[in-house]
């Protein structure tokens, strides 16, 4: 089996990296979608909103507080991933009753 050759390393402008984190948070589309639209790896983008996390909560919240919203955040991103495989799931079983 041939060896897949390395991706050559690429360079984004912050700008850029702020409009990929933008359209993740905005739920339009799921981070895997967002990732094959703009040919990224999915870590490197999850690595992106993983330190970008800490900068979007309010100030005003106390540690709870913001324990709690860090957390609900991650359930919601699980469960539109969770709708997502359910989507193709059904594509899928749909295309082979047919």
């Known amino acids: 089996m041939a060896k897949k050759k390395p991706r050559q390393r690429r360079q984004?402008?912050?700008?850029?990296k702020?409009?990929?984190v933008e359209l993740c948070l905005r739920g339009d589309r799921s981070v895997p979608e967002v990732c094959k639209d703009f040919d990224l790896t999915e870590s490197a983008v999850r690595l992106r909103l993983a330190q970008c996390d800490d900068g979007?909560?309010?100030q005003d919240l106390d540690r709870d507080e913001r324990t709690e919203l860090?957390?609900?955040r991650r359930e919601n991103r699980r469960l539109g991933e969770d709708i997502e495989i359910l989507k193709?799931?059904?594509a899928f079983f749909?295309?082979?009753t047919l």
């Open 12 to 16: 984004f402008t912050a700008d850029f």
């Open 18 to 20: 702020a409009e990929i």
């Open 56 to 58: 979007h909560q309010p």
């Open 70 to 72: 860090a957390e609900l």
């Open 88 to 90: 193709r799931a059904t």
């Open 94 to 96: 749909v295309r082979g």
